[in-house]
């Protein structure tokens, strides 16, 4: 278990318990009572700790204004990880009536893959193509390009003065100046909601990996130290899911080792034949132990993305516990399920790619 | 003799010639005869030096659109470095039909001085108003807030994924993020004015006094670098003047010790009055001896300022070395005329508020 969580990289959190110590997260059970329609994620505990989300709540539950906020860096197919935050704002747009802002981090792209801002369009335009897809409602929602938007670019710079080279470097390691200006355009994206074009202050929600809490401390820093009269960001946190390798998190850097939403059958095939599985040595060895679903990628990936129905979860768990269900039987079974899923997902993203590119033209 | 150029302080550089062997400055010199009604600072050796001016001149004599750009950093009363460099842009304005970009730089007053967008707009005002007093067409002119240009703030990011923090460390020294943007920010005013906005890809001059140097270097490499379309902008160099005690470079950070547009004639008396001259211990031996005009701040604020005409420039210096004329029937002569010079300038001035004031809310 590493227990640095950096932002950049691909860090594992195993033990998430030290979170909530450590650095002040509060976990998100206490509060499943109080939501009306909690998301399967809520209620599995994957969306599992936050930061203000009570104020949040109660906000939304009082009728004020509220902003949920993300963002996706266009360098390439949106993963399972891109889709778990988006699904997750979509909900939040849905529940609790906020109104969505959408970041297409264009300069990130720019600084962290050396994508220039004319190239990252073609992905943004797949990408908004996946969310609208996912179910996002456009005319709720605010979509704009990192590098087009005055009042981001302007907040960036406002929140450069509040920051030495030592505290970038304590959260971020050493980088250069390009690094540490997407972390504080990302804080410009985060403080966005709260400019005076979009009504002034208002409780903003930004749901992300727990990865990502550094920046969020960053934010809510920086936040006070701007303007008292702006909210604090809140924000929730679901837990890492690992790559098909059962590796860490799942990452654009291997691409192999991740599902995309854009993936062909075939594509989805190779990758579930190859994934770790909680399987035993031998067929025979696995028929009198039971599998491990604990251990597998396979069960994971139902679990994280693609199985909201506990039901239909628990009796795969058993069968495979039980021994009576072998590997190879699962991944074709799941192959189906994922690749239906994956099919109509696709079939609705064709149709949404001419609205997805006015969107990004517009953007 | 300093010969380290520091952007950001106040060194002194006395000894100009190895600015042409070591960083590679062209001589003003042999281009005057193809100026058709060169400045009186370029004949006097005021303005001595030039990156690609040759070229700005040829394009302008062949026709094509050139801009010229310079900008402030509203913290101050409008000194006679501002005003240097505002009457370069109005010459150049008026002799070489540029269009003037006109930079409010409040992101650099907000990084450099902690002073706030909000707060630095009273000052841009008098500024501004000043400008115009001196004579600048705003008709012709694009007069703009950092803080409010989003071509600028762009090009900045742009501009910081090429440079690396060493970089930034060799030009600037030890800064944090905010101070280094600053520069970005710079460079991103020097290149607005090749952005499709405005026409695109042109000849841009840029007039600065000479300890600006290290920023054009950075900033013709940064063009380079960013694209291959862009031209690198062309510079011309004013030496340095002294401040009234005689020391380094007239600077914000002293306020008794240089002049500004707005000074009362009480305020310029005393200053005067205080002066550092090229006088003699005694009377008697100055009138033995004579004055030692190139010693003395007050002659050089005639020579950089205050009398564009040669011969009664000649005609007192004559007198100071003769020993007929001392200092204290100099200084009151001077005080004369620098303050009707001032009284003209804040008439005219007081007439342009209301203008300035329209401009810099829509800036």
Request: aromatic share 8%; hydrophobic share 40%.
């Given at each position: ?75 390439g197919k949106f993963h ?46 797949d990408?908004?193509?996946d ?129 995309t939403m854009s993936d062909s059958?075939?594509e ?74 994956l099919?109509?997902h696709q079939?609705?993203k ?14």
């Amino acid at each position: 278990m590493a227990n640095i969580i950096d932002p950049f990289g691909e860090s594992e959190v195993s033990d998430y318990s030290h979170l909530f110590k450590e650095f002040g997260l509060s976990p998100l059970k206490p509060l499943l009572a109080k939501i009306k329609n909690p998301s399967f994620t809520m209620k599995r505990g994957i969306l599992f700790a936050h930061r203000d989300f009570d104020k949040f709540l109660a906000a939304a539950k009082a009728g004020k204004k509220v902003a949920v906020m993300s963002g996706i860096k266009p360098t390439g197919k949106f993963h399972l990880g891109s889709k778990m935050t988006a699904e997750d704002i979509i909900y939040f747009q849905k529940e609790f009536k906020a109104k969505v802002f959408y970041c297409i981090a264009d300069l990130e792209a720019y600084f962290d893959n050396g994508v220039s801002l004319e190239d990252s369009r073609a992905t943004a335009v797949d990408n908004v193509a996946d969310l609208l897809a996912l179910g996002l409602d456009e005319k709720k929602a605010y979509i704009y390009k990192q590098s087009n938007e005055l009042d981001v670019l302007r907040l960036a710079q406002l929140f450069a003065k509040k920051v030495t080279t030592n505290m970038m470097k304590a959260i971020y390691g050493q980088k250069d100046i390009g690094l540490y200006n997407a972390a504080l355009i990302q804080a410009g994206d985060i403080t966005l909601p709260q400019t005076e074009k979009f009504g002034g202050p208002k409780q903003v929600l930004v749901p992300v990996g727990v990865d990502q809490d550094p920046h969020m401390r960053l934010v809510r820093d920086l936040t006070k130290r701007l303007d008292r009269k702006l909210f604090l960001p809140a924000s929730t946190y679901h837990k890492f899911f690992r790559n098909l390798e059962g590796e860490s998190k799942m990452s654009k850097r291997k691409p192999l080792a991740m599902l995309t939403m854009s993936d062909s059958k075939s594509e989805l095939k190779a990758k579930i034949v190859n994934a770790l599985t909680g399987g035993r040595d031998t067929a025979e060895e696995q028929r009198k132990l039971g599998g491990q679903p604990d251990k597998c990628v396979i069960f994971e990936l139902l679990a994280y993305h693609f199985q909201p129905d506990n039901k239909k979860l628990a009796g795969r768990r058993s069968r495979c516990e039980s021994g009576k269900m072998l590997c190879g039987q699962c991944k074709e079974e799941v192959l189906e399920i994922i690749g239906d899923r994956l099919k109509v997902h696709q079939a609705k993203k064709a149709k949404l790619l001419k609205k997805a590119k006015k969107i990004v033209e517009n953007a």
